[in-house]
């Protein structure tokens, strides 16, 4: 949801550049996807998914970032101790909005918390979208 949501914000905000937005997981099966539930549901929210399937991190995709944005501490702890040469690159979403919280994970949960986890990272990705940007663009 945060790569399609950020895209979008990208996208309303009108800003320029070559930005690629990945997803991935740090402990994923690979192909994976939501449940239709969870798709359609979604997807009334404006969020399509659709073609959307989960992909494991690896260090290819790690080295190829300039930024990596987790959901929580402890993702963010666990790839900063696999790859401490990145670590100053990964960070947690909350903490680009001036916070530092968890978002929920949303493998395996109900319809309606994938839907207040959607609220949440609109939020979120509202208040640190400029931040962002200002930090990528240096």
């Known amino acids: 949801m945060a790569e399609v949501l950020f895209e979008n914000w990208l996208e309303r905000h009108n800003v320029p550049g070559g930005w690629k937005v990945i997803s991935s997981g740090t402990w994923v099966q690979g192909g ?3 449940t239709a539930d969870i798709l359609d549901a979604l997807k009334q ?3 399509d ?3 959307h399937y989960c992909q494991s991190i690896t260090p290819e995709l790690l ?3 300039d930024l990596v944005l987790c959901m929580t501490r402890f993702h963010k702890e666990a790839l900063q101790a696999e790859f401490p040469s990145h670590a100053s690159r990964i960070k947690i979403l909350s903490e680009m909005a ?3 919280f968890d978002v929920k994970d949303v493998t ?3 319809v309606d918390e994938c839907l207040r986890v959607a609220g ?3 939020k ?3 208040a640190a979208g400029a931040q962002i940007v200002k930090l990528l663009q240096g």
């Open 120 to 122: 949440e990272l609109i």
């Open 98 to 100: 001036g916070a530092r």
């Open 108 to 110: 395996g949960i109900t």
């Open 49 to 51: 998914l659709a073609d």
């Open 63 to 65: 080295a190829a970032s």
């Open 32 to 34: 994976a996807v939501l």
């Open 124 to 126: 979120l990705i509202d």
């Open 45 to 47: 929210t404006g969020i």
